[in-house]
Nanobody, 131 residues
């Protein structure tokens, strides 16, 4: 199991940038797919971005595509979500999630976009974008 901790959230203005980090002490992070999700007040948790264990494959929600970049540094057991041109509608608690992959999933370098596909979650970090 992977223990995750998010950081980097805060209060920013429209158009600003933030870089969220997801760190872990888990030994299996290097072969875990990682995803970022967010949940705004009164709304369901939604997918933001995903990255495969190798970092070679990424995928983004339409709402953040072109404004965000997901990346990872397996040597540091850390994944990142760089968000630019932030909007008030980006305000939410942001969560990172991980799922250890093996076998075929490892070989084909998969990522996951559904929350129920992930087994490990952080506690979240608040991002607030003021207008």
């Amino acid at each position: 199991q992977v223990q995750l901790e998010e950081s980097g959230g805060g209060l920013v203005q429209t158009g600003d940038s933030l870089r969220l980090s997801c760190t872990t002490s888990g030994r299996t992070f290097s072969w875990s797919a990682v995803g970022w999700f967010r949940q705004a007040p009164g709304k369901e948790r939604e997918f933001v971005a995903a990255i495969s264990w190798s970092g070679r494959t990424t995928f983004y929600a339409d709402s953040v595509k072109g404004r965000s970049t997901i990346s990872r540094d397996n040597a540091k057991n850390t994944a990142y979500l760089q968000m630019n041109s932030l909007k008030p509608e980006d305000t939410a608690v942001y969560y990172c999630a991980a799922k250890t992959v093996g076998g075929i999933a490892y070989m084909i370098d998969v990522y996951f976009t559904q929350a129920n596909q992930y087994t490990d979650w952080g506690q979240g970090t608040q991002v607030t974008v003021s207008s």
